[in-house]
């Protein structure tokens, strides 16, 4: 069974880091590019950052470049999202997904989402 699990949300002080950790069971990630997206009350969810599948090379939104970074670790099937400079109009939860082969491929999977605050 396909599965993602994400895991190292929490509550951060504005200028604070955290590090989000995507594990994958159940399927390799080699073949997958996968996604963080992120979702804020009212809001729709929307796209954070991507490593492609094929090559490594990543995406990043307009609002988090420079301040996110993403990573994987083919041998712990688990990709990262390194969060520094946090504000408080990063706070939601954030899912990592599992794209089939390019950043701009469908969705296989989904994780069940970790929570972030941002929050003085």
């Known amino acids: 069974q396909l599965q993602l699990v994400e895991s190292g949300g929490g509550l951060v002080q504005p200028g604070g880091s955290l590090r989000l950790s995507c594990a994958a069971s159940?399927?390799?990630?080699?073949?997958?590019?996968i996604s963080w997206f992120r979702q804020a009350p009212g809001k729709e969810r929307e796209g954070v950052s991507c490593i492609s599948a094929r090559d490594s090379s990543t995406d990043y939104a307009d609002s988090v470049k420079g301040r996110f970074t993403i990573s994987k670790d083919n041998a712990k099937n688990a990709v990262y999202l390194q969060m520094n400079s946090l504000k408080p109009e990063d706070t939601a939860v954030y899912y990592c997904?599992?794209?089939?082969?390019?950043?701009?491929?469908?969705?296989?999977?989904w994780g069940q989402g970790t929570q972030v605050t941002v929050s003085s």
């Open positions: 159940g399927f390799t990630p080699v073949y997958y590019s």
């Open positions: 997904a599992a794209r089939r082969f390019t950043c701009s491929g469908s969705v296989a999977v």
